[in-house]
């Protein structure tokens, strides 16, 4: 993995890295992280009151805030990856 420089923080979680991957395993990669996202936002749904069926695979969280703050980064990193998969196309 290559670093990228980021002057903004510095904190290490925040450090930006640069990974390769080839194009059949960024489709693997988001197709996995698509079902989490799904899954989690299903359980924000259920938990929230907003979905009436018992989600399949129901995410152990506490409340339908966490389930949505989850299933919001998640989404947010599937948009940095398809905008960044999209720039190099």
């Known amino acids: 993995?290559?670093?990228?420089?980021?002057a903004s923080t510095n904190n290490p979680l925040d450090q930006k890295l640069l990974i390769k991957f080839t194009r059949l395993d960024l489709g693997q990669?988001?197709?996995?992280?698509?079902c989490r996202q799904e899954e989690w936002q299903q359980t924000a749904d259920w938990?929230?009151?907003?979905?009436?069926?018992?989600?399949?695979?129901l995410k152990e969280g506490s409340n339908a805030r966490e389930a949505q703050w989850i299933a919001d980064n998640y989404a947010r990193i599937l948009s940095l990856i398809?905008?960044?998969y999209h720039?190099?196309?």
């Open 47 to 57: 938990h929230s009151g907003k979905a009436s069926e018992f989600p399949a695979h």
């Open 29 to 34: 990669v988001i197709e996995g992280l698509s």
């Open 82 to 84: 398809e905008r960044q």
């Open 1 to 6: 993995m290559d670093k990228i420089e980021d």
């Open 87 to 89: 720039e190099q196309s």
